[in-house]
Structures are given as structure tokens and as C-alpha cells.
């Protein structure tokens, strides 16, 4: 199991950034929650194994249509048997 902590910055906000990654991630059975932050970024964990949490990182990278990408900053933490994948506030 691993997890990632993902902070995505650019034009992320406003985009469907969110309801992206929550598709992705529930198509690939990650576990986690996503959310936006007041500084105009989306902060996102994501756990599962190794491939699935690695394509949602790399979902996050492009992002979907309308949104512009300009870094990803990603955290390897401990994984905490998350289960299921939300909105978070």
C-alpha cells in the first residue's frame, strides 16, 4: 500500500480539477480525499498500490481540460488504510 500527499498549483480552481481526480481515482480504486485550498491550489492524498497512486499523480500533472498545470509538488508519506475516496472541505 503507499501513499502520496499532492499539491498541485497553476489554474487548478474553478476547472473541475477536484471532480477529475475523484473520478480517476475511483476508477482506479484509490483511496484518499482531494480539496481546494484557500491559496488558489488543490491539496490531495491519495493510497492504494503502486501503479494506481502513481497514475493519479500523473493525472494531477496534466489535469483535466480547462486547467493549467504549472507544478506538482509530491510527498511519499506512511499509508493509513484509508478507504474510499471524497471531497474534502
Same mark, same amino acid.
Request: aromatic share 8%.
Given at each position: 500500500? /503507499?501513499?502520496?500527499?499532492?499539491?498541485?498549483?497553476?489554474?487548478?480552481?474553478?476547472?473541475?480539477?477536484?471532480?477529475?481526480?475523484?473520478?480517476?481515482?475511483?476508477?482506479?480504486?484509490?483511496?484518499?480525499?482531494?480539496?481546494?485550498?484557500?491559496?488558489?491550489?488543490? !491539496?490531495?492524498?491519495? /493510497?492504494? !498500490?503502486?501503479?494506481?497512486?502513481?497514475?493519479?499523480?500523473?493525472?494531477?500533472?496534466?489535469?483535466?481540460?480547462?486547467?493549467?498545470? !504549472?507544478?506538482?509538488?509530491? /510527498?511519499?508519506?506512511?499509508?493509513?488504510?484509508?478507504?474510499?475516496?471524497?471531497?474534502?472541505?
Amino acid at each position: 500500500m /503507499e501513499r502520496r500527499h499532492v499539491f498541485v498549483y497553476g489554474r487548478v480552481q474553478g476547472v473541475g480539477f477536484r471532480f477529475g481526480v475523484e473520478r480517476a481515482a475511483n476508477t482506479r480504486r484509490v483511496a484518499g480525499w482531494v480539496r481546494n485550498r484557500p491559496d488558489g491550489t488543490v !491539496e490531495a492524498v491519495f /493510497e492504494g !498500490e503502486l501503479a494506481d497512486v502513481e497514475a493519479l499523480v500523473e493525472f494531477c500533472r496534466r489535469g483535466p481540460r480547462g486547467a493549467e498545470v !504549472e507544478r506538482v509538488d509530491v /510527498e511519499p508519506e506512511s499509508a493509513e488504510g484509508l478507504a474510499g475516496f471524497h471531497l474534502a472541505g
